[in-house]
Nanobody, 128 residues
Framework: EAQLVESGGGLVQPGGSLRLSCVASGFTFDDFVMSWVRQAPGKGPEWVSA????????YYAESVKGRFIISRDNTKNTLYLQMTSLKSEDTAVYFC?????????????????????WGQGTLVTVSS
């Protein structure tokens, strides 16, 4: 059974930085796309970023492009999200998710369609 454990969330001031980590176990990590999904209070889950199995392909939501960087270390079964220039609207619970597939096609799927395992989430609060 896939297990995903996130860490690195916390309280940060606007303009600050945080690095999230997700340690995976229970499956062959480098066989699958990994991603970050966030959910703000009162809102549905939304994509943040995704990375394919060999890091050759990445996806970023428009709202985070140029500020966030996703990466993975397949030797450590770990996914990362480096977040910089944080804004109040980035406040959310951030979930590490495992996809059903190793890559994506022309149409980027929804989190509900793509992800078959989710971590417990880590809270990121951006506030002064």
């Amino acid at each position: 059974e896939a297990q995903l454990v996130e860490s690195g969330g916390g309280l940060v001031q606007p303009g600050g930085s945080l690095r999230l980590s997700c340690v995976a176990s229970g499956f062959t990590f480098d066989d699958f796309v990994m991603s970050w999904v966030r959910q703000a209070p009162g809102k549905g889950p939304e994509w943040v970023s995704a990375i394919n199995w060999n890091s050759a392909g990445t996806y970023y939501a428009e709202s985070v492009k140029g500020r966030f960087i996703i990466s993975r270390d397949n030797t450590k079964n770990t996914l990362y999200l480096q977040m910089t220039s944080l804004k109040s609207e980035d406040t959310a619970v951030y979930f590490c998710t495992k996809w059903k597939w190793s890559g994506w096609g022309d149409v980027f799927p929804s989190p509900r369609d793509a992800c078959d395992a989710w971590g417990q989430g880590t809270l990121v609060t951006v506030s002064s």
